[in-house]
Structure formats: structure tokens, C-alpha cells
């Protein structure tokens, strides 16, 4: 049965550029197409912060209590490296730097992705469809458009023609007259600049690792097609959601529209989400320690949790850019343990399943809620969270369920979080060690100068009955 008493979720929608009340297609369910990670390389930092973006829609979408369909691609067939069907295939350079096949590459980094999303509590689409398990439908779409008259056939491949619709590129508000006569680029064949590939033909000389036979020849999917055929698998032809990063938006999404508008005969998506990019800061573009550009994999090699990023990341609105650097990551790094500890201690380890929201718990909810609905501010959301924890009109444990109950989304494991080990360096753990032999020999005056030393570093000691720890200032 749908919940009537749903609230209302407004969401920026790309199409309209508007924030809009969201109506679902069908009431009391939500489906939502994620274009996913491309599988030839790591994922970076940036690419994760779309990733968490989705999870924290979908996330949302489940805590107003709809019933949702997330679905998310892997492209492991068919992105060029450049958007405009000119550059090489990303798999082959990929190949070429690893020595590896086509499909083995595939398999690596669709692990790592995973990998690297369960690190950072992204649960997992419904739904993960590879273009290389639906090269069928993919066919199936392009000889649709062929009987429509959408497309035509160069040396290289089978082309959609985008002169056929009027309104080709009103998602990013294209000028089609001003940009065919600003550019001067090589068009190939192509009869028009915006013109994409649907299907591209193997090279007549050499065997790909991945091709299939196709009524055009032996070939492969383009990467846009992928999208518009899965998502019709998954979702329908009409469905409520697409998001992606706004890098998106002129080319890959507005070729989906095209496509699958003209393929089908009826309006694609009701709302385009975006999420802006992150800007690395000069000096952040790379790991610390291994050179390589930034993947999760570099916080953990500097001792950082990767859900210190996703706190970072739910502190900026996903519709401004972000820039980053490892002292930003740090202070979060430092916001989100303080958080944690300060509700576990609220917790003090009791089930909060029993606990009863007064009035005033309630009231502080309906203010959380208010802003997670209002196209997704987590900033203003954690700021809530705070206020709340400041409050004198609720209880301890009222305090730390209405923060548990928000880590549904925020998924920064509040009551279970503990620091990694390597917070605390081994120089200042031996430190510590030092001073409680200092103090179990009774040389008061050694502890105390040990204590002020580990505190000029930046650390606090608390003395428990367990014994002395050390924690971060
Ligand atoms: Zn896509």
C-alpha cells in the first residue's frame, strides 16, 4: 500500500532548472538511473562524489519511505576518450598500459569500484546491468531508430542524425547554429557536429576483444546507447530520475534524450540531476604517498577513514562545486569522529529501538528532515543535527536516536564509527606506553612531562579505569 502521508521532496531538476515538487510515475515508488563508473581505470575521488550523491538520493527516497529502483550502468564497452566518437577507445589505451584483455580489465576495476563504494558505505544499485550483457538491446534500439528514420551509415560506423529533432539539446540549452558555425572540427563523415555514434564498425584489419555481429557489421555498442537501452530494461521507457555529473549534461545526456525520445515516441526522464565537479587544489591532485591521482585507497594509506571523505562530501550541497585538499579532509576527518563519539557517548552501548521521541524530539526530526527534503541539503541537515545535540528540551537518548536515525542517509556509521588505528601515530602510542610505566613506578615528574609532550602534538589523555588513552585534541 503507498504511504499517503509521504512528504514532499523537492529536487533541482536540470530540465526545467528549477527545484520542483517530485511526483513519482507511480505513487509510493521512485526508479532512478545512475550513469556508472567506466571500467577501465580507478574511480577518483571526484567520480565517487557522484557516486555518493546517488546513494544519498536513494537513501533519501528510502527514508521518506518509498519503495525505490536504483539502477546504475558499468560501462565496459564503448567510451572513447573523448566525448566526440574521435578519440580511442579508453579500454584499448588500458589494455596497452596493463597488459591485460579487454574483459580482464573490465573485471579488475568493476571490483575495485565496488570495493572502494563498500568503503564508502554506497550501498549497492538494485540493479547493476555491464553494456557487454545487453549488447541485444542495444541492436534491438538502433534498428528501431534505423525503421524511424533517425539514422545513417558512414565508413565507421552507424550514426544518429540529430538535424531529424527540433529540440536537440534543450537539456544543456545547446546553440546548435552557434556552435556548428563556431567549430572547426574534424567531422569525419558525420553530417552534422552534434551527430553521435550508435554503433561503431571493428577495424577491418585487426580482431577487438570485444566486438559483435551486428546487422551493420561486426562491431561495437556506442557509449550512449548503453544508458537509453538499460535503462528501458530496468526502469521502462518513462521513468522518474537520472542523475550523472554535470560534465553529462551537453553530450552523453542529452544524446540519451535524443535517442530514446525518438526510439520510444514518448518523454524519457521527468527529472535530471546533476552533481557538480571537485575541484582538486594544487598539491591535492595526487596521492601522498603513491603518485597516483587520488583514489579511496590514498586516505586509507594516510591513516584517514573513507567515510571522513563522504562526511566532507555531505557538508558541500552536491550542486556546488567542492574543492579539495588533505586539510579540508582532515578537519572533517576530525568533525566526523567528534561526531560520532559525542553520540556514542549520548548511546553509552543501550538499544535505542525502545526509545520514545517527545514533542520537542519530534519537532527537531521535522527541522532535519525539512532540509534533507529540500533538494538534498545535508549541510544544512548536519547542521541541524548539531543544534539538536546542543538542545536542553531532549533527553541523551532521544539525542542519539534522532542522529541514528539520520545516518540512514548521512551512512557515516555514527554509533559504530571507530578511528583507525593509525589516528594515533605509534611514536605517541609509545609515548603513552612511557608514561604509564612512568606512573606505575611512581616518577610523577616523567608522566607529567610525557603528558605535556604527546599534548604539544595535538593529542588529549584520557585516564580510565581501563587505563590511559591517548585521543586527537
Ligand atoms: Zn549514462
Same mark, same amino acid.
Do not use: C
Given at each position: 500500500m503507498p504511504n499517503t502521508h509521504m512528504p514532499t521532496i523537492k529536487l533541482f531538476n536540470t530540465w526545467t532548472r528549477k527545484a520542483e515538487a517530485f511526483k513519482s510515475i507511480t505513487e509510493g515508488e521512485v526508479g532512478i538511473y545512475t550513469c556508472g563508473p567506466t571500467v577501465y581505470h580507478n574511480a577518483h575521488i571526484g567520480n565517487m562524489r557522484a557516486f555518493i550523491f546517488a546513494d544519498v538520493l536513494r537513501r533519501t527516497f528510502d527514508y521518506a519511505g518509498y519503495k525505490v529502483n536504483h539502477v546504475m550502468n558499468i560501462t565496459d564497452v564503448g567510451h572513447l576518450t573523448d566525448d566526440g566518437d574521435l578519440g580511442e577507445d579508453k579500454m584499448l589505451v588500458a589494455m596497452r598500459r596493463e597488459g591485460l584483455n579487454a574483459w580482464d580489465i573490465?573485471?579488475?576495476?568493476? =571490483?575495485?569500484? *565496488? =570495493?572502494h563504494a563498500a568503503k564508502l558505505n554506497i550501498r549497492k544499485p538494485d540493479h547493476v546491468p555491464c553494456a557487454t550483457d545487453h549488447?541485444?538491446?542495444?541492436?534491438? /534500439?538502433?534498428?528501431? @531508430?534505423? +525503421?524511424? !528514420? *533517425?539514422?545513417?551509415?558512414?565508413s565507421d560506423g552507424v550514426y *544518429?542524425?540529430?538535424?531529424?529533432?527540433?529540440?536537440? $539539446?534543450? #537539456? %544543456?540549452? @545547446?546553440?546548435?547554429?552557434g556552435l556548428q558555425a563556431g567549430e572547426r572540427v574534424d567531422m569525419g563523415e558525420k553530417k552534422n557536429l552534434t551527430d553521435f555514434a550508435l554503433w561503431k564498425f571493428?577495424?577491418?584489419?585487426a580482431q577487438r576483444d570485444m566486438e559483435w555481429d551486428s546487422p551493420w557489421g561486426v562491431g561495437f555498442p556506442g557509449w550512449h546507447i548503453e544508458c537509453s537501452a538499460m535503462s528501458a530494461r530496468y526502469l521502462g521507457e518513462h521513468f522518474d530520475i537520472h542523475t550523472g555529473g554535470i560534465d553529462h549534461i551537453p553530450v552523453h545526456h542529452t544524446n540519451e534524450i535524443a535517442q530514446s525520445e525518438c526510439a520510444h515516441g514518448k518523454k524519457f526522464v521527468n527529472y535530471w540531476m546533476h552533481?557538480?565537479? #571537485?575541484? #582538486?587544489?594544487? $598539491?591535492?591532485? /595526487?596521492?601522498?604517498?603513491? !603518485?597516483?591521482?587520488?583514489?579511496?585507497? %590514498?586516505? +586509507?594509506d594516510e591513516g584517514i577513514s573513507p567515510l571522513a571523505y563522504r562526511y566532507l562530501c555531505l557538508t558541500t550541497h552536491y550542486r556546488m562545486g567542492m574543492d579539495f585538499d588533505w586539510d579540508s579532509l582532515k578537519a572533517a576527518a576530525t568533525g566526523h569522529r567528534r561526531l560520532c563519539e559525542r553520540v556514542q557517548k549520548l548511546?553509552? $552501548?543501550?538499544?535505542?529501538?525502545?526509545? =520514545?521521541?517527545?514533542?520537542?524530539a519530534l519537532a527537531h526530526k521535522a527541522k532535519i528532515d525539512e532540509a534533507l527534503f529540500d533538494d538534498?541539503?545535508?549541510?544544512?541537515?548536519? !547542521?541541524?543535527?548539531?543544534? /539538536?545535540?546542543? %538542545?536542553?528540551?531532549?533527553? $541523551? @537518548? +532521544?539525542?542519539a536516536k534522532l542522529a541514528s536515525l539520520v545516518d540512514s542517509i548521512f551512512c557515516i556509521d555514527i554509533l559504530s564509527y571507530a578511528p583507525p588505528k593509525a589516528?594515533?601515530? &605509534? +611514536?605517541?602510542?609509545? /609515548? @603513552? =606506553? &612511557?608514561r604509564n610505566a612512568a606512573r606505575k613506578d611512581r616518577d610523577f615528574a616523567k608522566a607529567d612531562q610525557l603528558r605535556d609532550e604527546i599534548t604539544a602534538l595535538g593529542f588529549v589523555i584520557e585516564d580510565t579505569a581501563q587505563g590511559s588513552v591517548v585521543k586527537r585534541g
Open positions: 573490465a573485471k579488475k576495476y568493476t =571490483e575495485v569500484f *565496488f =570495493e549488447i541485444k538491446e542495444q541492436i534491438d /534500439m538502433v534498428q528501431k @531508430l534505423e +525503421e524511424k !528514420g *533517425f539514422t545513417y551509415k558512414t *544518429f542524425d540529430t538535424s531529424k529533432i527540433d529540440d536537440y $539539446g534543450y #537539456l %544543456a540549452r @545547446l546553440d546548435i547554429d571493428s577495424p577491418k584489419d552533481v557538480a565537479f #571537485l575541484n #582538486l587544489k594544487d $598539491g591535492a591532485k /595526487m596521492s601522498k604517498s603513491s !603518485g597516483k591521482f587520488l583514489t579511496v585507497d %590514498a586516505f +586509507e548511546a553509552d $552501548g543501550q538499544s535505542l529501538d525502545s526509545v =520514545e521521541l517527545s514533542k520537542a538534498l541539503n545535508t549541510a544544512k541537515a548536519l !547542521g541541524q543535527v548539531f543544534t /539538536m545535540l546542543d %538542545a536542553d528540551d531532549v533527553s $541523551g @537518548l +532521544e539525542k589516528d594515533v601515530p &605509534a +611514536e605517541v602510542q609509545a /609515548m @603513552l =606506553e &612511557a
